[in-house]
T-cell receptor
Framework: DSGVTQTPKHLITATGQRVTLRCSPR?????VYWYQQSLDQGLQFLIQ???????AKGNILERFSAQQFPDLHSELNLSSLELGDSALYFC????????????????FGEGSRLTVL | SQQGEEDPQALSIQEGENATMNCSYK?????LQWYRQNSGRGLVHLIL???NEREKHSGRLRVTLDTSKKSSSLLITASRAADTASYFC?????????????WGLGTSLAVNP
């Protein structure tokens, strides 16, 4: 058990809909990362938050947004869903101190499997 | 974006044999990390090797890093069926406040009993 909790584990929805994925990082970890994993594109970095603020942005679509709350949990919002958004969405956390200049070990949740029909 | 490259893409071996996977990257790095992913599960961190290290061991795992060739290898000795998984390398290319982990596409390892 990594200590990172993601809900829901599975989600089936229709095109055009909106969903919210939730992540609770490990106790004490300030940094949260979101990744998308599909069969044809591998692991794609979406966005990173550190202590409530956006730290880095990857290949995140404009239809997607995220935030990290004061209690450090994070939500990834996916809207106007398309068939191609079907994927596993992972959240990962790390302890990363504010002054640290290197990326350390990430702890991954078990993922949320999104199926868009 | 994913710039790391693992090879082979897929590897099938018999239990007891050694498995070697390679990872190549393109720029200077702070460290390189290896992760394992069982089918449909979250990734699990295996080992981190810093740019000033050349070799690191953890149980049956041995990782080497050659910064001159911009490559790393992961060796799993005396493999077991439970080692069947995908293995990913991630290179830390963080610079200043810009933290960046670059992921490879993974090597799928099948260990046959």
């Amino acid at each position: 058990d990594s200590g990172v909790t993601q809900t829901p584990k599975h989600l089936i929805t229709a095109t055009g809909q909106r969903v919210t994925l939730r992540c609770s990082p490990r106790s004490g970890d300030l940094s949260v990362y979101w990744y998308q994993q599909s069969l044809d594109q591998g692991l794609q970095f979406l966005i990173q938050y550190y202590n409530g603020e956006e730290r880095a942005k990857g290949n995140i679509l404009e239809r997607f947004s995220a935030q990290q709350f004061p209690d450090l949990h994070s939500e990834l919002n996916l809207s106007s869903l398309e068939l191609g958004d079907s994927a596993l969405y992972f959240c990962a956390s790390s302890v990363e101190a504010s002054g640290r200049r290197r990326a350390g070990e990430l702890f991954f949740g078990e993922g949320s499997r999104l199926t868009v029909l | 974006s994913q710039q790391g490259e693992e090879d082979p893409q897929a590897l099938s071996i018999q239990e007891g044999e050694n498995a070697t996977m390679n990872c190549s990257y393109k720029t200077s790095i702070n460290n390189l990390q290896w992760y394992r992913q069982n089918s449909g599960r979250g990734l699990v961190h295996l080992i981190l090797i810093r740019s000033n290290e050349r070799e690191k061991h953890s149980g049956r795992l041995r990782v080497t890093l050659d910064t001159s060739k911009k490559s790393s290898s992961l060796l799993i000795t005396a493999s077991r069926a439970a080692d069947t998984a995908s293995y990913f390398c991630a290179t830390d290319e963080s610079d200043g406040n810009n933290r960046k982990l670059i992921w490879g596409l993974g090597t799928s390892l099948a260990v046959n009993p």
